[in-house]
Each structure stands twice: as C-alpha cells, then as structure tokens.
C-alpha cells in the first residue's frame, strides 16, 4: 500500500510540497521534475514521503553524555510514578535478557534473584542498545559478580569499533540517584581496564583481554563508559563535577581536538537513567530494518539454494540508508570499517569524480535480508526496473561504499542520480543461531582485500629498488605475503620492512606518527610526499638493507625488553614500551654513523643498540610520567607534537 503523509499524519492533514520545504525536509534545491525524473509521475508522492522520513529520523544518537546533563535534571524530586516505572523496567529486561547472562552467585529461587538478575539486565540492555550487538552477546557480556572488580558488563563490537564499559544498578523505588562512592569505584575500575589490569576483574571479562587489547592499542575504536540505573536523572552537584572533570581528562589524555563532535570522542562518559530507558524501549531504535520501495533496476534472480535478487540500485537509494539508519544497517557485518581510510577516500573521489563509472570501480553490496516482497507491477515493467520491499536488513559487505556515497550525498547534488551501485539482497529464513548468514557473512568478508600498498609493487622505484638488491644478494619481496622474513630468511626484505625502517629512519614526527596510526596513507597516493619523502629515485638499495638490518634488531631489542617487563606489576611501562617502538627505532637509526650515506653494507652492533634502547626507554618514561602522567600511550606516539617534543628532549 502507497502511505504518503497524509496517511501518516490523519485523515484530516494534507501537506503541501511547500510544508516540506518550509520544515527543511526537502532540499530547495529539490524540485518535482527532479523527482519525477528520478521516480516517474506515479511515484511523486512516495519520493516526498521517503525524503520526510529520512530527515525525520536522521540518526538519533540516543545517548546520555555526561557534559550535557544538569545540576537541575538530578534536583527534580522523581514522579510519583518512579516506583511502578523501576519495578516495570526491571521486570521487563529481566525476562528479556535472563536466558543469556550467567547465574553465578544469582540462582533462580534465592530471595534477591529478581533485583540481582534486573541489575545484571542493565547492564545487558545498555550493551544492547549502546555496543550495537544482539541480546544474546549482551547477555553473555555481563561479568557482575563479587569478584568484578567495579565493572557488571563489557562489550567489544569490532563491527562498529565500540567498546561499552557498564557499571548498573537497579533501584527499585526508582528515585534514587549515583554516590560518590559509586562513582569513584567505577572510575577506578575504568583506569585499571585502561592499564591492561585484566586480574582484577571477573572471568569474563579476563576472557576477553585479547579483544580489550585489541581496542585499546587502536586509534579508531570508542570506549563509552556508561552508569546505568533505574533511578533520577543526572547525579548530585559533587558528583557531577567530578563526573564531567573526568570527561575533560579522557580527552586531554586521549588528544581530543576540542571541536571534534561529542559522538567522535574517544573515550565517553554516559550516566543512563530510568528516564533513558524508558526513552530507548519507546522508540526501539534497535529493532529491525525494513526497506520498502527500494528500486533494483536490470535485476534478476536465483532461486536455489536460497533466494536472491541482484541489480543495480541509484545512489541516492543507498545515500538515504545512510542517512536514515547510520551503522544500523552493519549490525552482521564482522569488519564495518567506516571512517577516514584510504578505502573510503577512493570510494568518495569515485562517486564524485566519475559518478557514471561508479558500477565499473566499485565491487558492490551485499545485504542479507529475512524476507523480499516484490511488487506487482513488477511484472508489467519486466526485469529493467522493479520494486522490492525487503524484511530485516543487515549490510554484510559494502559497508564503506553504503557510508561513502552516504557522507558525500549532500555534496554530489543531482550528480548522485548517476551513481550507479551493484547490489546483492540474499533473503534467509529459518537460520538457527545465524549459522546461514555467519556463514556467507565470513566468507564475504575474509576474501583478500587490495590494498594500497599492492600497488606500489608497479612502481618503477620499487622494481628498481628490488634489481639493486638482488645485486647485493637480497631478494625484495613487493606482493604481500603472510611469512615474516626477518624471522625466516634474513635475505628476504619485504616492502613493508622496507616502509618501517625507512619512516623510522627519517626521523620526521609527522611520518613516524603517521606510521604508527595509518600507515595505508603511504601508499594512498604514490606522487603524493609521504610517499616520494621515502621512496624516490636517489634511495638506493645498500640503503634499503642497512635500514632494515639495523631496525630487525631495534625490533628484537623491543620484544625481549617487553618479555622482562612485568606486565601485571609494570602495565604502563609496558604500554610506553609497546607503543614507543616506532620513536625508539626513530631515535636510534638517526645516532648510528653513516646510515643514511654509506655505500657498503653495515653490520648492526647488536650490544649498543640493546644498551641505548634500554637508556631511550627509561628517559621517555620518566619524561611521560612527568608531564603526561594521564596520557594514553597509543595515542601519545601516535601525536606528531608529542613526537617532536620527544625528539626536542632526548
């Protein structure tokens, strides 16, 4: 059925086209010819209708940052109704969520099971609704126990890059509000999870130290660190200070540019209340997906073993998806890179550069739905043009390309009309636990991926370079591989031991933090002067081998330094020692005689570079700990200003 707004709105209301443009819900640059071109005459009407939706519900954050609550929202004595609301809330989740959290000291029948297992639902819900997962890996997230140490959930989305950090309470009269003590143990317990302090808390968590780690030594992951209650809104003046102080030395810590949006923080403080999770069960802005109307033109499809359909979509279609539903729509997709990459870059320059040649460069999405519904008219129109309205979707593949034409939508105008996009809708009923779709999941997205670096292997330097070093009776390896040479063959250089030393060796802050935070921007643009500072016709081949012989042994020199280091009593020396390993090797390539110069081959003195390393590390700490005692290793070498104070100092 064909809703238009004035189904949405009643019976009584009839909007014109100039009420959405009034409200800012349709461009002005917007016109009905354009529509019409776009949709046909007979489609006017849902075109308006689409674009109302979208800007209606342009993705709500739904979040309760800490800096935006008020001393007033926490001195409004709770309604009446708080109790029964807490009680409801409480109830609610629990039966929601009890079949997937463990029972651990909260066993059906003991007289406090339903306030332990509503507190524990919490934490679940808050995983949910902020970690962007399924109920069940919330429910399987919560750690609460005696022995956890200040944190009742954690949840670590590689999808979306987020890690929620939850420490919940269920107040059952519902007017209750946070204490200081509770605030400060939770804080506490953040700082150690900060320090890799994985002992100290319950065996779940301790079960997932290798996807922490993996989270806290990237720059592109989110740590929210929520407090959950079913009580007031917002905490005691004290409180909230102290609250908000620690926001302020997250982003000192974390090297937050202070325009940077809220919502690109690094590292979050939230403070949920029964007020925001009434809000979050109101709008259910977890549930499912539902496409309706979606245009596939030149489709065609399968119907063994599992039906699909497969065509081409416009661009403004995916651009609105976007839009409308932001990384909602990634929710099964194992490795939703979004953000600044190069991949995304290219993706953006192709749809605005060559919107007509998008179908030729780009390889596609792939969405798995739970039902295709065709129209129709479909039939009247054969397989050139048809709609479909598809049931519970999730982007499995294409996530950089879905929020690429997304992000430079507004920017292409009626350009995004000639981006044309190759997609595949794979529907899948019937999966016990999603074993179906995890299956085609992985094997869309653990195929090889080109990277930028593949093509520096046509450069003529690198094919110069790897004739030069076959003269010196070494072998340059310029395809990627998964063997790493420096431990089997000490001959063998490939071109990203080659990238490392050579950055290292240069001795610049600005490529040496470059290289420890994104390294594919080397190789994004071959004449670009990232690129051509290192790799460029006067860099010779004995040059190559001197660097990389000398940095093999800065890196062994690391490695041994980091297994003597106590990582459960020494975690922030180990830290600065771990993530310091481009600036240490920076440092002592540039104090060894005639690196850069020499025309022979040098042989590393093994024993110096131990000793100085050693030296290196312990005055680098010490100048850490002195001025930057709250910093984050990982994003402090990682700052090209840190790096150039470090070389000013040592």
């Known amino acids: 059925m064909l809703i238009s707004p004035a189904h949405a709105a009643g019976p009584s209301y009839k909007p014109s086209w100039q009420y959405f443009l009034n409200r800012k819900v349709i461009p002005k640059t917007t016109t009905i010819k354009k529509l019409e071109r776009r949709y046909g005459n007979f489609e006017v009407e849902r075109a308006i209708f689409f674009h109302y939706r979208c800007a209606k519900f342009l993705r709500e954050k739904d979040m309760a940052f800490v800096v935006d609550i008020r001393v007033e929202d926490n001195a409004v004595a709770a309604p009446a109704t708080a109790q029964v609301i807490a009680q409801r809330l409480g109830s609610g989740l629990r039966e929601r969520f009890e079949d997937h959290i463990h029972k651990r000291e909260c066993q059906p029948g003991q007289q406090d099971y339903n306030t332990k297992m509503a507190s524990r639902a919490l934490a679940a819900f808050t995983m949910y609704q902020l970690g962007g997962v399924d109920e069940k890996h919330a429910g399987e997230s919560v750690c609460d126990s005696s022995a956890d140490g200040g944190i009742d959930g954690i949840v670590i989305n590689h999808s979306e890059k987020i890690v929620v950090v939850v420490q919940s309470k269920f107040n059952q009269a519902g007017n209750g509000t946070w204490t200081k003590a509770d605030f400060m143990c939770f804080k506490d317990a953040c700082e150690k999870l900060q320090n890799e302090r994985y002992d100290l808390f319950d065996q779940v968590l301790q079960d997932k130290n290798s996807d922490i780690s993996t989270a806290l030594n990237s720059f592109d992951y989110k740590f929210i660190f929520s407090m959950t209650h079913t009580g007031k809104k917002g905490a005691s003046e004290e409180v909230l200070r102290d609250m908000k102080e620690w926001q302020s030395q997250l982003n000192a810590a974390s090297f937050t540019p202070e325009e940077l949006p809220k919502e690109e923080w690094a590292f979050q403080v939230h403070l949920i209340s029964s007020e925001d999770l009434v809000h979050w069960l109101q709008t259910g802005s977890r549930g499912q997906i539902d496409l309706s109307g979606v245009e596939v033109e030149r489709y065609g499809h399968l119907n063994e073993p599992y039906k699909a359909f497969y065509g081409t979509l416009s661009g403004d279609q995916v651009g609105n998806w976007w839009k409308q539903y932001g990384t909602r729509l990634f929710t099964k997709n194992l490795r939703n890179m979004l953000g600044k990459t190069d991949v995304n870059e290219e993706i953006k320059k192709s749809a605005s550069d060559n919107p007509e040649m998008f179908w030729f460069y780009n390889n596609g999405i792939t969405i798995l739905v739970n039902e295709v519904i065709p129209h129709r008219r479909n039939a009247a129109s054969g397989s050139e043009r048809g709609l479909f309205d598809f ?33 595949r809708f794979i529907e899948i009923r019937e999966d016990l636990d999603n074993l179906i779709s995890n299956t085609i999941t992985r094997a869309n997205n653990f195929q090889n991926r080109v990277l930028g ?94 660097a990389v012989n000398h940095f093999r042994v800065i890196e062994r020199a690391i490695s041994d330094t980091l297994s003597a280091t106590d990582k459960s009593t020494h975690s922030r020396r180990h830290l600065i020692i771990t993530h310091g390993n481009r600036y240490y090797a920076s440092v002592l390539l540039n104090a060894i005689p005639n690196l850069n110069t020499s025309t022979d081959q040098l042989n590393p003195d093994v024993a110096k570079l131990a000793a100085d390393l050693a030296i290196l590390i312990d005055t680098t700490e010490n100048y850490i700990e002195r001025y930057y005692s709250n910093a984050y290793p990982a994003r402090f070498f990682a700052n090209p200003a840190k790096i150039l104070e470090l070389y000013t100092y040592n």
């Open 391 to 423: 049931k519970d979707v999730s982007v499995i593949n294409g996530a950089q390309t879905v929020s690429s034409i997304g992000t430079v939508m507004d920017v292409l105008g009626d350009k995004i009309y000639k981006v044309k996009v190759p997609v």
């Open 453 to 546: 670096r593949d093509f520096a292997s046509q450069q003529p330097d690198q094919h110069r370079l790897a004739r030069e070093l076959i003269l010196e009776g070494y072998q340059y390896q310029l395809l990627r591989t998964d063997e790493d040479y420096s431990q089997s063959n000490a001959k063998v250089i490939d071109l990203d031991e080659a990238l490392n030393a050579l950055a290292c060796l240069s001795k610049n802050n600005t490529i040496v933090a470059t290289l420890k935070s994104n390294r594919g921007r080397f190789f994004e643009n071959f004449d670009g002067s990232l690129y051509k500072t290192l790799f460029n016709p006067k860099l010779s081949g004995t040059k190559v081998i001197n």
